[in-house]
C-alpha cells in the first residue's frame, strides 16, 4: 500500500492513430532510459495504459521511492529529448503531479 502523500506523474496521452506502436515503443525506452541512469538505482513502477475502446489513448502513471532525485533525471537534457520524439507522436498530451490522499488494499 502506498502511503498518504506519495506522490505519483500521470500523463494522459492522445496519440496520432498511425503512430500508436512506435509511441508505445518510445514510451518505453525513456522509463528503461530512467532507470537505467537513475542516480541511485531506481525503485519505483511505471504503468502505460491504453483504452480498450480507443486505442489511440493512453494514460501513464509512476511513482519513485527517491521522486527529488527522479525529478531531477527527468528535468534534464537527455530526459527531455526523449520527451521531445514522444510528443511528435501525439495530438495532446496532459502532464499531472498527483498526491495520494486515500488509498486501500486488500
Known sequence: MKKIGQ???LGMWMVRPEKVEEFIKAWQTS??????NHPDGWSGEA????DSGSSNKFISFSWST????TEELLAG???????AGIQEFCEEIQPHRMQVVFSVSR
Open 47 to 50: 504503468v502505460l495504459l491504453q
Open 77 to 83: 537534457i537527455e530526459f527531455q529529448s526523449f520527451m
Open 31 to 36: 522509463v528503461e532510459w530512467l532507470a537505467e
Open 7 to 9: 506522490m505519483y506523474r
Open 66 to 69: 527517491m521522486p527529488e532525485k
